[in-house]
């Protein structure tokens, strides 16, 4: 019956969305859950580059508490290369997992962000009493989870993950643009712009595109030699087996 109970316990303690970043981390520590891993990827939605997904313990106490801290898709450029600093110095534990756009596009790109959350997860040098997702349940953890919707955004450990995740895929982005000037990696990191667009029409897909989006496809199927399959027939597939992800599409 003790155990029943202390596993119950947390949900009397739900945070108010309006409650604080920290509110999460602080209501399960009191249910006795501690610690808490937040685990958040970047670029599930760019058409080229890895997926990387990151996995962060803050400490407990002042420690843990990280001025500026948020979703990195709201901070600056550089404010999040100084929060990155800041999450590397003080968290407790930490990790980051690249998913190179060959698997993405030979497992697909769901199943490539769950086993990198598991494995982000299972990379932490600390195993977590509970591990906070953004947006989707990760199966499989052997610890208690819970898939929060926005997490980066109300949850510490989560946007703290988010920056790590940002900050390793930003800087493979820019190393990138290096071998393939063409593209203009270092400004769109990936992700489908006009300009991405109109590079990827002029030049082609390169090695680090991911054929499973049906932009990268399409480009691919227009520059095949006459006589290759690929018109009607292949279109016809791909939209069978499309999920939006914004602007790009993957299969």
């Given at each position: 019956m003790t155990n029943l109970r202390r596993l119950v316990r947390p949900v009397r303690f739900t945070p108010r969305r309006d409650a604080g970043l920290y509110a999460y981390e602080r209501a399960l520590e009191h249910g006795g859950f501690s610690p808490v891993a937040g685990v958040d990827e970047a670029g599930r939605g760019a058409c080229a580059g890895p997926l990387v997904v990151g996995a962060v313990i803050l400490p407990g106490g002042r420690r843990g508490l990280i001025e500026g801290l948020a979703d990195s898709?709201?901070?600056?450029?550089?404010?999040?290369?100084?929060?990155?600093?800041?999450?590397?110095?003080?968290?407790?534990?930490?990790?980051?997992?690249?998913?190179?756009?060959?698997?993405?596009?030979?497992?697909?790109?769901?199943?490539?962000?769950?086993?990198?959350?598991?494995?982000?997860?299972?990379?932490?040098?600390?195993?977590?009493?509970?591990?906070?997702?953004?947006?989707?349940?990760?199966?499989?953890?052997?610890?208690?989870?819970?898939?929060?919707?926005?997490?980066?955004?109300?949850?510490?450990?989560?946007?703290?993950?988010?920056?790590?995740?940002?900050?390793?895929?930003?800087?493979?982005?820019?190393?990138?643009?290096?071998?393939?000037?063409?593209?203009?990696?270092?400004?769109?990191?990936?992700?489908?712009?006009?300009?991405?667009?109109?590079?990827?029409a002029a030049h082609g897909p390169c090695a680090e595109h991911r054929s499973s989006f049906v932009n990268v496809a399409r480009v691919m199927m227009r520059a095949a030699r006459p006589g290759a399959v690929t018109s009607s027939a292949g279109e016809a597939e791909m939209r069978n087996n499309e999920t939006e992800v914004g602007e790009g599409v993957r299969l």
């Open positions: 898709k709201l901070l600056t450029p550089r404010r999040r290369e100084e929060i990155y600093t800041e999450i590397v110095a003080r968290a407790e534990a930490w990790s980051a997992m690249i998913i190179p756009c060959g698997d993405i596009d030979r497992i697909g790109l769901h199943r490539c962000n769950i086993a990198g959350m598991r494995r982000a997860l299972a990379a932490l040098e600390t195993r977590p009493a509970y591990v906070l997702s953004d947006g989707f349940p990760v199966p499989g953890l052997g610890v208690p989870a819970l898939a929060v919707p926005k997490g980066d955004q109300v949850a510490a450990c989560v946007a703290a993950a988010s920056v790590i995740a940002k900050v390793t895929r930003d800087r493979l982005m820019v190393a990138l643009h290096e071998r393939y000037p063409a593209y203009g990696f270092d400004v769109h990191k990936g992700y489908i712009t006009r300009e991405h667009s109109a590079a990827l």
